[in-house]
């Protein structure tokens, strides 16, 4: 800093350092929500919550990804590739019946 440097003036260096990289983690944090899959994880629910967390992280960056968009991709990320034949079949089968509910159900619901 600099003597003669105002209050705001500092604010707002401090602000655009600590900012700097918004754009860039939004990005790479949209590119995770888009491509995590069950199959990434040894259970649902260690899926679900590391969705939730990249969720939460969206949010705070102010993306305008929603709770419906959250349902919607962790009921996308159920994919054919996951090792359990038979947790494939009963995962598309809610999967189908949960896209199907109106009003989509929230995350907690969905989750459980």
Do not use: H
Not at 4 to 10: C, E, F, G, Q, R
């Amino acid at each position: 800093m600099k003597n003669d440097t105002t209050a705001y003036s500092a604010w707002t260096t401090l602000q655009n350092i600590f900012l700097d990289n918004q754009e860039s983690r939004t990005i790479d944090l949209q590119n995770k929500f888009t491509n995590t899959r069950l199959d990434q994880f040894p259970n649902m629910s260690a899926y679900c919550q590391a969705m939730k967390l990249v969720f939460d992280q969206l949010t705070s960056l102010g993306s305008a990804t929603t709770e419906k968009q959250l349902v919607m991709q962790i009921l996308t990320g159920l994919n054919d590739q996951y090792e359990n034949i038979a947790l494939i079949d009963q995962y598309e089968n809610i999967a189908l019946i949960l896209q199907q509910t109106v009003p989509l159900p929230d995350f907690y619901n969905t989750r459980s």
